[in-house]
T-cell receptor, first 109, second 114 residues
Framework: DAKTTQPTSMDCAEGRAANLPCNHSTISGNEYVYWYRQIHSQGPQYIIH???NNETNEMASLIITEDRKSSTLILPHATLRDTAVYYC??????????FGTGTSLTVIP | GAGVSQSPRYKVAKRGQDVALRCDPI?????LFWYQQALGQGPEFLTYFQNEAQLDKSGLPSDRFFAERPEGSVSTLKIQRTQQEDSAVYLC????????????FGPGTRLTVT
């Protein structure tokens, strides 16, 4: 039932931008793109979500392509504490989250 | 402000025992979700409450699993006659709105069935 495709793992140097891609080629018009992350032994943490426009908050930026078939989560200055599994989820209002297996991001000192 | 809390944090049960897992959502949150997370996998949806009403239980794996939220706040996930395949982390999340746009997760309960 997974609707998204993410790389299994990525590395990023501390202080550099981390760019996490996600493909969601079958996304429908009403479905939002969500990003959550899960640090080891903790519950998932909401990062950001968007529908069509790019979004930015204090944690990250979300860039959604014009055709909405893919998106990128950007952590502008990665720190060691950003090491986590990042989940890209597409979801219609009221429907359930399907997390998939996510991207394991390792920030390297 | 307290976040979502879950108890116990760890539970070891012998196969065949019944267990009850508790979730205390953020005060005032309308929606409450239960997820099951197996080792190395992402969370998988189990069930969803809007206030006291269980609106979706399509993810419950068998009739041994039962969830309730009688007063629209605290929720309990009960597993009867536990099996080894029930071993997982059980996560609870709550959301202020009915649609669950931004879900706040608890730390989870790690259940080990021996």
């Amino acid at each position: 039932d997974a609707k998204t495709t993410q790389p299994t793992s990525m590395d990023c140097a501390e202080g550099r931008a981390a760019n996490l891609p996600c493909n969601h080629s079958t996304i429908s018009g009403n479905e939002y793109v969500y990003w959550y992350r899960q640090i080891h032994s903790q519950g998932p943490q909401y990062i950001i979500h968007g529908l069509k426009n790019n979004e930015t908050n204090e944690m990250a930026s979300l860039i959604i392509t014009e055709d909405r078939k893919s998106s990128t989560l950007i952590l502008p200055h990665a720190t060691l504490r950003d090491t986590a599994v990042y989940y890209c989820i597409v979801r219609d209002y009221g429907n359930q989250f399907y997390f998939g297996t996510g991207t394991s991001l390792t920030v390297i000192p | 402000g307290a976040g979502v809390s879950q108890s116990p944090r760890y539970k070891v049960a012998k196969r065949g025992q019944d267990v009850a897992l508790r979730c205390d959502p953020i005060s005032g949150h309308v929606s409450l979700f239960w997820y099951q997370q197996a080792l190395g996998q992402g969370p998988e949806f189990l069930t969803y409450f809007q206030n006291e009403a269980q609106l979706d239980k399509s993810g419950l794996p068998s009739d041994r699993f039962f969830a309730e939220r009688p007063e629209g706040s605290v929720s309990t996930l009960k597993i009867q006659r536990t099996q080894q395949e029930d071993s997982a982390v059980y996560l609870c999340a709550s959301s202020l709105d009915a649609g669950g746009y931004e879900q706040y997760f608890g730390p989870g309960t790690r259940l080990t069935v021996t």
